[in-house]
């Protein structure tokens, strides 16, 4: 059972930074998903951004493109996303999460690791 520990987040002002960082307690294999979602207050999480983990290939949505960029850094068991441009519609609650084996898709049912959230509070 992989143990994902997130760090990060908090509250800045529309325009500023954030670097959101998850630590695993076990290497994530190479080809296995690594991602970051968000969640609305009653709505369904939504996939902000993953990667293949060794890869270095990403995967950014459409409204965070060009401002949220996923990394994966020592060895393959911390990865990383680093929000510029922060919009006050970003504030959300973020999860970082990662599968437990290598599946053909990066949605969010092939996640089987969720780290415990961290809040992102973006003022206008």
């Known amino acids: 059972q992989v143990k994902l520990m997130q760090s990060g987040g908090g509250s800045v002002q529309a325009g500023g930074s954030l670097t959101l960082s998850c630590v695993a307690s076990?290497?994530?294999?190479?080809?296995?998903?690594v991602a970051w979602f968000r969640q609305f207050p009653g709505k369904e999480r939504e996939q902000v951004a993953f990667?293949?983990?060794?890869?270095?290939?990403?995967y950014a949505a459409d409204d965070v493109k060009g401002r949220f960029t996923i990394s994966q850094n020592r060895g393959r068991r911390q990865f990383d996303l680093q929000m510029i441009g922060l919009k006050p519609e970003d504030r959300a609650m973020y999860y970082c999460?990662?599968?437990?084996?290598?599946?053909?898709?990066?949605?969010?049912?092939?996640?089987?690791?969720w780290g415990q959230g961290t809040q992102v509070t973006v003022s206008s």
């Open positions: 999460a990662a599968s437990a084996r290598y599946t053909g898709t990066c949605q969010v049912a092939d996640f089987d690791y």
């Open positions: 076990e290497i994530i294999d190479s080809g296995y998903c």
């Open positions: 990667t293949r983990s060794g890869t270095g290939w990403t």
